[in-house]
Each structure stands twice: as structure tokens, then as C-alpha cells.
T-cell receptor, first 117, second 110 residues
């Protein structure tokens, strides 16, 4: 099956710093990638939809200036959490869309645990 | 407004028995549903899906049932195994995104 990787798998940073998370589709091209966050014991919440070569579409309530998304190529999307604060501590998961295997098949990355001190 | 709901946050089942995980949705326009399994600190993995033109889809130990009139779907796992212990999310597939339920933590004990 299709493989999606994320880097780093976990990161600890100080409040006020910025953190970049990479999402890569390893063996397929993904014109669309999605970024989710999950708080403990809660559902995955879609943050934004990232399309290669265009601006990301953010869900209501997600600050686009805080969560910068760049989808520079068909295999790479990045999420930068700018001026991170403790409340941004969460599990961030990306997924990549492929038309193979059925409609709207998303393959998920392993996630990145962000802890902001 | 939670469009996809999993009202049971947790479920405990003995090994070998059947696990039934339930999911309700509010939008009758949803026509494709998926179940994902998630271990702690990992991304979700796809399990099984169902289109609204069907009322049942089976894959090995996993069967998903869809009741469109009740806007309800369920995932049956039989026989349950300890390795099935995880959080299970149902999701509705809209035209541009997945809408996830809140998840049910399944624990299968020996």
C-alpha cells in the first residue's frame, strides 16, 4: 500500500519558537494532502487541505497565519507552527490523497507529537 | 456540530467474542463511510469502507453494516483478538474531506 511519512515523529520546543513538520508521500504523487490534529481522547480534527502549487484551504477556526502550510511538490507538504504556545501541544497527522484504491482514499502518516514548553 | 458520532467512548470484549462498534451520522447526503484503526502515537490505518449503495461489506474478520434509514453504521469484528485493541474511528467521506467520529477505544482481553 501507499506509504506516507512524517518528520519529525516528536518534537519539544520552547514557547515562542516555530516548528516545521514535513509530510511526504513515498511511493505515489499526492496532489492533495490534509493536516489533522488530535488532542488526547478526541477525534481527528481537520485543520487544512493542502493542494500542490496553491494556497491551503483552512477549516473554520484554524489560524492560517499561525499554521503555515506549504505544498511545494507532489510528494511534500509542510506544516509550520509559528510562535508555538503550550496550547498548541498536540498530535499532528497528515494524510495524502490518492485516487487508487477507491474514492477519496487517504493514507495517513504516523503523526508528529508536538510538546511546547 | 458533530456530524459523525460514536456514542460509546470505550468497549471491552473478551478474546474470541464479537466486537460491535457503532457510529451515527446526521447528514443523509453522506454516501461513503470508512473505518480506521488507530494505535497510540500512530496515524490511523484504513480498515474497511462501505458505499451507500450497499448495506454490508465484509473483509475477513471485519464486517461493516449500513442502515441508511437510521443513519447508522456498525463495525463487527469476529472473532476479536488482543491485537485488535485500539481506538476505532468511523468517518464520512464528503466530496472534499473526511469527517471523523470521536472514536471508540476497544480493549480485547484474554
Amino acid at each position: 500500500g501507499a506509504v506516507v511519512s512524517q518528520h519529525p515523529s516528536w518534537v519539544i520546543c520552547k514557547s515562542g519558537t516555530s516548528v516545521k513538520i514535513e509530510c511526504r508521500s513515498l511511493d505515489f504523487q499526492a496532489t492533495t494532502m490534509f493536516w489533522y490534529r488530535q488532542f488526547p481522547k478526541q477525534s481527528l480534527m481537520l485543520m487544512a487541505t493542502s493542494n500542490e502549487g496553491s494556497k491551503a484551504t483552512y477549516e473554520q477556526g484554524v489560524e492560517k497565519d499561525k499554521f503555515l502550510i506549504n505544498h511545494a511538490s507532489l510528494t511534500l507538504s509542510t506544516l509550520t507552527v509559528t510562535s508555538a504556545h503550550p496550547e498548541d501541544s498536540s498530535f499532528y497527522i497528515c494524510s495524502a490523497l490518492t485516487l487508487e484504491g477507491g474514492p477519496n482514499t487517504q493514507y495517513f502518516g504516523p503523526g508528529t507529537r508536538l510538546t511546547v514548553l | 456540530d458533530q456530524q459523525v458520532k460514536q456514542n460509546s467512548p470505550s468497549l471491552s470484549v473478551q478474546e474470541g467474542r464479537i466486537s460491535i462498534l457503532n457510529c451515527d451520522y446526521t447528514n443523509s447526503m453522506f454516501d461513503y463511510f470508512l473505518w480506521y484503526k488507530k494505535y497510540p502515537a500512530e496515524g490511523p490505518t484504513f480498515l474497511i469502507s462501505i458505499s451507500s449503495i450497499k448495506d454490508k461489506n465484509e473483509d475477513g474478520r471485519f464486517t461493516v453494516f449500513l442502515n441508511k434509514s437510521a443513519k447508522h453504521l456498525s463495525l463487527h469484528i469476529v472473532p476479536s483478538q488482543p491485537g485488535d485493541s485500539a481506538v476505532y474511528f468511523c468517518a464520512a467521506d464528503t466530496t472534499d474531506k473526511l469527517i471523523f467520529g470521536t472514536g471508540t477505544r476497544l480493549q480485547v482481553f484474554p
